[in-house]
């Protein structure tokens, strides 16, 4: 499988993104997906996770009520909608890929994507 993330850009504090995740293989339908996210001189921290069907979501703390992400299994993409950003949101994007949310929530992934810039201006 591989991942390639799209959609990242400049925005100012309260504006919104949607970014774009596509996948390729086979598993990406029977699989948990994924972002985490990480700033400069921080470490990569979990962001949010939808489960294979779409039906189960799961998010940190500090964007829940501000980011959706979803899923399409017949395009092999997922989503990950921003809105009210602040400048703590941002960070580089990283889209991923796991048996389980759970397991994605923790880091026990399979794939990680390249990556997409994300920045809040205040």
């Known amino acids: 499988v591989q991942l390639v993330e799209s959609g990242g850009g400049s925005v100012q504090t309260g504006g919104s993104l949607r970014l774009s995740c596509a996948a390729s293989?086979?598993?990406?339908?029977?699989?948990?997906m994924g972002w985490f996210r990480q700033a400069p001189g921080k470490e990569r921290e979990f962001v949010a996770t939808?489960?294979?069907?779409?039906?189960?979501?799961d998010y940190a703390d500090s964007v829940k009520g501000r980011f959706i992400i979803s899923r399409d299994n017949a395009k092999n993409m997922v989503y990950l909608q921003m809105k009210s950003l602040k400048p703590e949101d941002s960070a580089d994007y990283y889209c991923?890929?796991?048996?389980?949310?759970?397991?994605?929530?923790?880091?026990?992934?399979?794939?990680w994507g390249q990556g997409t810039q994300v920045t809040v201006s205040s």
């Open positions: 293989g086979r598993s990406f339908s029977a699989s948990a």
């Open positions: 939808i489960d294979w069907s779409g039906g189960r979501t």
């Open positions: 991923t890929l796991g048996s389980t949310p759970r397991a994605v929530r923790f880091g026990n992934v399979d794939k």
